[in-house]
């Protein structure tokens, strides 16, 4: 089956099956713990199929092409939880969703990707392009000027608040115009460039551009599955709202992220990792959160970029943590355990919200 190998197939065809079952335990009403159970084996296995696509589509594109795309994809759940929760007029659940998606993969996944990728540097120095770094900590850190200043208007009752729909809405379009002024000049920097030697695939790219839409698809249809069990899973566990948002969620639908990230990482291709993990937060910083807002504008509740100080305080902290950190175009683990320590305060945090 287009150069893939038995063993591959198999897992394909075991991944499909546990589909399924998502669907099945979905519609079938199973028990709120096994259907939340059954849909996070399924994410975990369609993770596993994006970053065998990922690894091959990446050997003939390049890392920024190649993050470009699998990031988008693997965005999707995020996408279709946040409009399926405005939908339902869960505007807080929303909101935590997507900051809390940007705090998973800045912090979390990035600082566990370069633990591993440290471990396996000969010398324990990960080593990858100091400029999608950079650009991503730009990207954010506009982001978070949007989000302090609305923020702050919002808590002190400035006369500016009082618009902040508008504000928001005007914020939007100009983040996403910035992002794509970066994006494509990226990707067709690194098209025309000589930057990536492209190495033999043994899988043809319709193959892998195939099973890279099966599994953003899927990732997409399990994630809506998986946030139906959510809420009586939370009811039953005794998690706060604050704490599945920003944690369970948020790690739920970035599993893709997860486990793309940390397979390349082992494999000693940092620059995809890094791609792979950068592109997600600069998607979700300056694509996602804007495009959801224009997108609330269809729906009775609207999405702003209005959050609580902590979260504010917590998102500029991060986008200072990163640029610090992989700025240079090099880590060490403790580095990356620092990320992680931060993520596993904020998530405790939460706890007590």
């Known amino acids: ?191 025309t460039g000589e930057t990536h030697e492209r190495a033999a695939t043994r899988v043809p790219l319709g193959v892998s551009v195939g099973l890279l839409a099966a599994g953003g698809a899927g990732a997409a249809f399990v994630s809506d599955w998986f946030i139906a069990a959510l809420r009586p899973t939370i009811d039953q566990l005794g998690v706060s709202e604050a704490f599945a948002g920003l944690v369970v969620v948020a790690i739920a639908g970035n599993a893709v992220e997860n486990v793309v990230g940390l397979v390349l990482a082992r494999k000693g291709q940092y620059d995809l990792a890094i791609s792979v993990v950068k592109n997600s937060v600069s998607q979700v910083a300056a694509f996602l959160y804007p495009a959801l807002v224009l997108v609330s504008l269809l729906f009775a509740h609207q999405l702003t970029f209005a959050l609580p100080p902590v979260l504010i305080a917590a998102l500029l902290v991060t986008a200072l943590a990163m640029w610090q950190i992989t700025g240079d175009g090099e880590a060490v683990a403790f580095e990356g355990w620092a990320l992680v320590a931060i993520y596993v305060i904020l998530a405790v945090f939460t706890l007590y919200e």
């Open 1 to 191: 089956m287009g150069g893939l190998s038995r063993r591959e197939i198999q897992i394909i065809a075991a991944i499909a099956v546990a589909t399924a079952l998502a669907g099945i335990a979905h519609y079938a009403d199973w028990p709120a713990l096994l259907a939340f159970a059954v849909a996070t084996v399924a994410l975990a296995g369609l993770a596993h199929l994006v970053s065998l696509a990922t690894e091959q589509v990446g050997e003939r594109f390049g890392p920024a092409a190649t993050g470009v795309l699998q990031s988008t994809l693997g965005n999707l759940p995020e996408f279709f939880v946040v409009v399926f929760a405005l939908r339902a007029g869960e505007v807080v659940v929303a909101q935590t969703s997507i900051i809390g998606s940007l705090f998973a993969n800045a912090l979390l996944v990035l600082g566990l990707v370069i633990v591993v990728g440290a471990r396996t540097a000969p010398d324990g120095i990960m080593r990858f392009g100091p400029r999608l770094p950079n650009d991503t900590a730009t990207l954010l850190l506009v982001t978070s000027f949007i989000i302090i200043v609305v923020g702050v208007a919002h808590v002190t009752h400035e006369p500016a608040a009082q618009h902040e729909r508008a504000i928001s809405t005007v914020a939007a379009v100009a983040l996403l115009l910035v992002y794509l002024s970066w994006v494509v000049p990226y990707v067709r920097g690194e098209a």
